[in-house]
């Protein structure tokens, strides 16, 4: 399949599985090599990597738009990073039958085909074909991070990107398309962009990438380098690092990635305004403006987990590994990280899955696991651990405190009036975060409080509910590891009042 290119591939709901088989017999008869599920696929496979390869090894497109074609997210999957698309219009009106992503391409009607229609469309094909078709060595070329073989789980998410970069201008000039994927550390946030360039680089003439936790001036004179607006870097960053947003600003369609950025305010200036630039953002931060578009992803479904840990630690796929890889996955919270970890233990220890847990047990073990850095998916060493403590340290005094309050707590459904009500344990536990000379100034009013549980949020620390907060239980283990013993006894000892202790 790999090795093989095929001109065409057919996208299609199933319930117009007659206008698909038509239209494949025809395109047969003119020649062209066609990709169709019903002539290429065979009972038992693994249905959903022979579409995707099938889609990857296709030059053309072919979506049969019908007004319910656009419902399903297989079709739009399958057609939306494609080299070239042409929609043929079967029924309804194409505005209607044609989600964004679509509209830039010149339909076809075949609502009621002719001979000449057919001729138009086998013309219209054989001239694309006539072209040299993108390389994605060149297109990626400017890409940090390795593809992920384990991504599992994250397509909708995908789609949901690609829609909203090409929502309809709001007016009539030319308005580049920023969208932020913000989520807890560790959630697969990288992962899921760098996913994105493999999925969607036929439709950009460049990927670039800027890591957002360095100097975002030099990131950006590196960009003009790259671009090849200088020759090399002058003593101006400033000005060199300006020459790269005035291309962005107005070249042809490109993709920015700017990854890990601390908040809105540091990169705001450096967020392409107008030409035809798209722009993914990925944060911890969550507390964006109504001008960047924001997506919140979560941990992993039990079922994506246990396939994630399945395929990244080689264990084989036995009714006894997926009852103890699903058993690892609760314990890892669902998290990507967490389970890349565990997976990387099993594979590099030669253990099981239950020797993970036995070890996990134990305390001082688990600290250590919590620690150890793993070459994750995007390659680069990171810990659970270190993942959060940048964030954590950053926070304010009394949302560290209530951090560390909810850590000693079941992680689901905590109460906020419990938190409201430990207005007393709190101050307490920011004597030791707040300056000797700032004593006086302690707040824990109900206001001081949810404004701390909104900064807890903002940075994807805690999920918050109107009456109730949760909050990942690694998260709560990062936050106890780090506490000294006398605070560990400190926090311990008012929980006999509440009854509600998670160790």
Known sequence: ??????????????????????????????????????????????????????????????????????????????????????????????????????????????????????????????????????????????????????????????LDIHEKLCRAPSTALTQATA??????????????????????????????????????????QRLAEELGLIREWSQDPEEDARKAMRELSRGPRRLLIIDNAPNEKRIQEWIPKAGHCHTIITSRFAGWSAAVQNIQVGVLEPSLARELLLKRSGMPDSEENRESADRVAKESGYLPLAL???????????????????????????RGLIAQRVLGSTQYPKSVAKTWLVTIRGLKPLARSILSLISFLAPDDIPRSLVTEAGKILQEGMLELKPENDQNKIETSAYAIDN??????????????????????????????????????????????FGQVSI
């Open 1 to 158: 399949m790999k090795s093989r290119t095929y001109d065409l591939f057919i996208s299609y709901k199933s319930e117009n599985v007659e206008l698909a088989s038509r239209l494949y017999e025809r395109l047969m008869g003119a020649g062209f090599s066609v990709w169709f599920d019903k002539a290429r696929l065979n009972p038992g496979c693994k249905w959903h990597v022979e579409i995707e390869e099938g889609c990857e090894a296709s030059r053309i497109i072919l979506p049969v738009l019908t007004p319910n074609w656009k419902d399903s997210e297989w079709t739009k999957f399958e057609t939306y990073g494609a080299e070239f698309v042409i929609p043929l219009l079967y029924e309804g009106e194409f505005k209607d039958a044609a989600p964004l992503p679509l509209r830039e391409y010149q339909f076809s009607d075949f609502r009621q085909p002719d001979e000449e229609a057919w001729n138009q469309l086998f013309a219209r094909i054989r001239q694309y074909l006539d072209q040299e078709p993108p390389e994605k060595t060149q297109r990626l070329a400017f890409v940090p991070y390795a593809h992920n073989p384990y991504f599992v789980g994250r397509e909708k998410h995908l």
């Open 340 to 366: 890349e970890h565990a997976a990387a233990y099993v594979q590099g220890a030669l253990k099981s899955f239950d020797q993970y847990l036995a070890d996990y047990a134990e305390a001082s073990s688990r």
């Open 452 to 497: 701390a549980l909104a900064e807890l949020k903002r940075f994807s620390m805690i999920s918050l509910q109107q009456e109730s907060l949760s909050v990942h239980r690694l998260v709560q283990a990062v936050q106890r590891n780090g506490l000294d013993e006398f605070a560990l006894r400190r926090w311990r000892l008012p929980f006999c009042l």
């Open 179 to 220: 969208q932020a994927v913000s989520g807890l550390g560790g959630v697969g946030k990288t992962t899921l962009a760098r996913e994105y360039a493999e999925k969607f680089w036929r439709l950009y003439r460049d990927i670039l990438w800027v890591r957002a936790d360095r100097p975002i001036v030099l990131e950006f």
